[in-house]
């Protein structure tokens, strides 16, 4: 196990990176492409982005079915927004590169790309500390990621990739079809009525 001290500012912190991520350098990167940590979950609620209801905090059927995540807070709204935050309803292309942090899960069984929308946000409050805790003064997470994305998993759409919080690239896309026509539901889109 290698150790780093990263210094954004006035404090150090402490960034534990394991043989077993592939992701190097400052910012971590795997060819050629940004890194990010993932963890998966599943709350029934309709997230920071509003994919639900509107008078009720349940989220709409699809928001628990499809590749959907939560985001750490730096990412999903730098200026610390946390609710209809900059990055409700983007896309991204994730990608996991055979990589994982030890003890916190285990190599994918499959390297399959999937895309995920971005409905919610995963706060930088307990019991995300360690994964979610990006800030404008701390820019990584305890593994040393400055993206984190927490899977929607609520019909085991994660889980049955063979992924066990696996790192991955990322790399934003156009939401296509589907994802943009569910997303106008959603009380943070722009088409919401």
Same mark, same amino acid.
């Given at each position: %196990?290698?150790?780093?001290?990263?210094?954004?500012?006035?404090?150090?912190?402490?960034?534990?990176?394991?043989?077993?991520?592939?992701?190097?350098?400052?910012?971590? %990167?795997?060819?050629?492409?940004?890194?990010?940590?993932?963890?998966?979950?599943?709350?029934?609620?309709?997230?920071?982005?509003?994919?639900?209801?509107?008078?009720?905090?349940?989220?709409?059927?699809?928001?628990?079915?499809?590749?959907?995540?939560?985001?750490?807070?730096?990412?999903?709204?730098?200026?610390?927004?946390?609710?209809?935050?900059?990055?409700?309803?983007?896309?991204?292309?994730?990608?996991?590169?055979?990589?994982?942090?030890?003890?916190?899960?285990?190599?994918?069984?499959?390297?399959?790309?999937?895309?995920?929308?971005?409905?919610?946000?995963?706060?930088?409050?307990?019991?995300?500390?360690?994964?979610?805790?990006?800030?404008?003064?701390?820019?990584?997470?305890?593994?040393?990621?400055?993206?984190?994305?927490?899977?929607?998993?609520?019909?085991?759409?994660?889980?049955?990739?063979?992924?066990?919080?696996?790192?991955?690239?990322?790399?934003?896309?156009?939401?296509?079809?589907?994802?943009?026509?569910?997303?106008?539901?959603?009380?943070?889109?722009?088409?919401?009525?």
């Amino acid at each position: %196990m290698d150790e780093y001290i990263d210094d954004p500012g006035d404090r150090a912190f402490l960034t534990i990176i394991n043989c077993e991520q592939l992701c190097k350098g400052k910012p971590l %990167m795997y060819n050629g492409r940004r890194c990010a940590s993932t963890t998966v979950y599943h709350d029934g609620r309709k997230g920071a982005c509003g994919c639900g209801p509107q008078w009720f905090d349940k989220q709409f059927p699809w928001n628990g079915e499809l590749y959907t995540a939560a985001v750490n807070q730096r990412f999903f709204d730098f200026e610390g927004t946390m609710w209809c935050g900059d990055r409700c309803g983007e896309c991204y292309e994730l990608t996991p590169t055979g990589g994982y942090i030890e003890g916190q899960g285990e190599p994918p069984r499959f390297l399959h790309t999937i895309t995920v929308m971005i409905t919610n946000l995963c706060p930088a409050e307990p019991p995300n500390l360690q994964w979610c805790a990006q800030h404008h003064w701390n820019q990584l997470n305890m593994y040393g990621y400055m993206t984190h994305f927490d899977l929607e998993n609520g019909r085991q759409q994660i889980s049955v990739l063979g992924w066990d919080n696996p790192e991955v690239t990322y790399k934003r896309v156009q939401c296509t079809g589907k994802f943009q026509s569910l997303y106008d539901q959603c009380q943070c889109s722009k088409d919401f009525v």
